[in-house]
Nanobody
């Protein structure tokens, strides 16, 4: 059984940084796609960043140049480094994984419970 677990959320002032971690366990293969999504209450999940099995990276336009996604396949952890955070980026951040590379499309099969990020002005 595959499990996905996020960590690293918290509160930060505008302009600050946070690093989120996503641990994927229970999957026997090295290659899978992983992505980060953000969701505000009442809104759909928005794809923020993704890394595919070839380690190609994809970003939402709003975060390009500020966020960086990376993966450690030895420990099965995917990181999201978020710099210059903005108040409107407050929300629940979810990590998702799948054997297919869905990039920023929320079709992923396995999801974590989310980690809250709050950016104050």
């Amino acid at each position: 059984q595959v499990s996905v677990a996020e960590s690293g959320g918290g509160s930060v002032q505008a302009g600050g940084s946070l690093r989120l971690s996503c641990r994927v366990s229970g999957y026997p293969y090295r290659a899978y796609g992983v992505a980060w999504f953000r969701q505000d209450p009442g809104n759909q999940r928005e794809g923020i960043a993704a890394i595919d099995s070839d380690e190609d990276k994809f970003y939402a336009t709003s975060v390009k140049g500020r966020f960086t996604i990376s993966r450690d396949d030895v420990d099965h952890v995917v990181y999201l480094q978020m710099n210059s955070l903005k108040p409107e980026e407050t929300g629940m951040y979810y990590c998702a994984a799948d054997v297919f590379d869905y990039r920023l499309d929320p079709k992923y099969e396995w999801w974590g419970q989310g980690t809250q990020v709050t950016v104050s002005s």
